[in-house]
């Protein structure tokens, strides 16, 4: 065992837990699987229509810049804490910790809708690009008869490979999460390099910064009209919120992580930085080479697909392309269910879910929780077979992480200096306070994006969902969860701690 291993299984058990899952990631690869879940080749293609429909060219460029560095603000809060409490559980362990059982019981809630929409969304963009972009567009098959039936089937193939690689083994999935990283950033490049070799326009760089409001029929119907500019703005931002996001992957994979207090919030950080400045070339070479603003706009859901249809690229370069797209998008809703099923394993552990000796078992041979792997499976493809699955997952997956994303930084906020005082080696010292509030603020207005028409469907989820925690919680849970341990309850657990550890092999 290394001394990074060694001061790795201290601080475990420091917060109360055993060393069960196996620590086999690097810095490298905590950083990839948040940048694979991110992927700009995911949400900055299949969500690009949601901001050149609010408004036009400037809603895509400064409207990422934008965002960027908003969710930039978020993920320097959470590598804080996340530097504190390098646990699975991540976000809510952070706000058990920070702002008592109840707090955490109800992140976790939100966070796990979150990241099953993660997975369920992108799987359902990982089939319609391979029929709308590969099969349709790069190789021209007919897929015109393909319906909910064929979508219900493809995704559920797509779950099962995800499931399998999960399960047999955290070093199977890095590897491929690893590969993700590069892919992106040479797919990314090589399809800003077509786009312009092959533009048939001359660039405009005007273009990336008129404002025009295509709310409405001229933007494809995507958002109803409104003749409020600030408005359609915010509608706009929907989609870097969407695409910049999952980075609580690092958070999760925690406990699988060499040197977590330094490769956790690292890897959290540069995944997004890296994912905002290379998504604001692509999506800016995506305005830059339309034919025309006003009619890729009308194209509604088919905006991306006008424009790279557009292209004068030779038919081989669009096939490695559209293939490319793909596979990152897989591998993007693979590393989605890595943090999905670590984030179930971490509440269930603690008692925070039904079955919750079923969901937090670890199997001894393959160390990776295999029963929250699979039943995130289930659940992820049940919430596909609503009919209008995508832009509804796509919005819920945004607004449920980021709200969970900021109530640990609120209650860090409110505890820091006072229950909180030691802190990891990431830390934000005197900005800490300051990056809390606006990250705080950041977050309430990157999920309420997803809370207007045609995506009031979130809304009114996210209000009887509410609901239902409160009636949960005072009826049942407050009595029931015990929540993290803390205090006593740690020594308590040491022994228990040796034993286990001991099933696993770990010395």
């Known amino acids: 065992m290394t001394k990074s291993q060694a001061h790795d299984k201290q601080v475990l058990h420091k917060l109360g837990y055993a060393q069960e899952l196996a620590r086999r990631m690097s810095g490298f690869s905590n950083f990839a699987i948040s940048f694979s879940i991110i992927c700009i080749l995911a949400g900055g293609i299949t969500t690009f229509p949601v901001a050149l429909s609010a408004g036009g060219g400037f809603s895509v460029a400064i409207g990422w810049f934008v965002g960027g560095l908003m ?38 809630w939100l966070n796990l809708l979150g990241l099953v929409f993660v997975v369920s ?17 790069a190789l021209g098959v007919d897929v015109s008869s393909w319906g909910a039936t064929h979508q219900a089937v493809g995704v559920l193939i797509l779950l099962i490979t995800q499931g399998l690689f999960n399960h047999y083994g955290i070093e199977l999935t890095t590897k491929l999460t690893d590969f993700s990283g590069y892919l992106i950033f040479v797919v990314a490049a090589v399809l800003v390099v077509g786009l312009l070799a092959f533009s048939p326009v001359a660039l405009d760089f005007s273009r990336l910064t008129t404002f025009t409001n295509f709310t409405g029929d001229t933007g494809g119907a995507v958002f109803p009209r409104t003749e409020s500019l600030a408005f359609a703005f915010l509608l706009g931002l929907l989609f870097v919120c969407y695409t910049l996001t999952g980075y ?66 030779p038919g081989f ?17 693979l590393a989605g269910l890595t943090s999905t099923s670590r984030m179930m394993y971490a509440f269930a552990r603690d008692g925070g879910l039904p079955a919750s000796k079923s969901l937090s078992h670890v199997s001894t041979q393959y160390r990776t929780p295999t029963y929250a792997i ?7 493809w049940l919430s596909t077979l609503y009919a209008g699955a995508f832009v509804v997952l796509a919005t819920g997956c945004a607004v449920f992480l980021y709200l969970s994303y900021v109530m640990p930084i609120a209650a860090g906020f409110l505890a820091e200096g006072k229950t909180w005082t030691e802190k990891g080696p990431f830390n934000l010292g005197g900005y800490s306070k300051i990056n809390a509030i606006i990250a705080v603020l950041v977050g309430i ?9 045609p995506n009031e469907k979130v809304f009114y989820l996210t209000i009887g969902m509410v609901v239902v925690m409160v009636v949960l919680w005072y009826s049942f849970e407050r009595n029931r969860f015990e929540g993290v341990p803390e205090g006593d309850k740690i020594t308590e657990r040491q022994k228990m701690i040796a034993e286990i550890e001991k099933k696993f092999g770990e010395q």
Request: proline share 3%; net charge negative; charged share 5%.
């Open 71 to 108: 969710a930039m603000s978020v993920a320097f809060g959470m590598g804080q804490i996340a530097s504190a409490f390098p646990t699975a559980g991540g976000l809510y362990h952070w706000s058990s910790h920070l702002g008592g059982k109840a707090w955490g019981w109800a992140t976790a």
């Open 121 to 137: 969304s992108v799987d359902v963009g990982v089939y319609l690009l391979f029929k709308d972009l590969f099969l349709a567009t």
């Open 317 to 333: 370069l669009l096939i490695f392309l559209a293939a490319g797209i793909v596979i990152a998008n897989y591998l993007c809703a």
């Open 445 to 453: 207005v990157l999920a309420i994006t997803g809370f207007f028409p």
């Open 374 to 380: 699979w039943i995130s499976v289930v659940i992820a």
């Open 248 to 313: 609580d992957a690092s958070a999760h994979t925690s406990e699988e992580t060499q040197d977590a207090q330094v490769n956790v919030p690292k890897g959290m950080w540069q995944a997004v930085f890296w994912s905002w400045t290379s998504g604001l070339i692509m999506v800016a070479t995506f305005v830059l080479t339309m034919p025309s603003v006003e009619e890729g706009a009308a194209a509604g859901w088919g905006s991306f697909y006008y424009t790279l249809g557009s292209s004068n690229m």
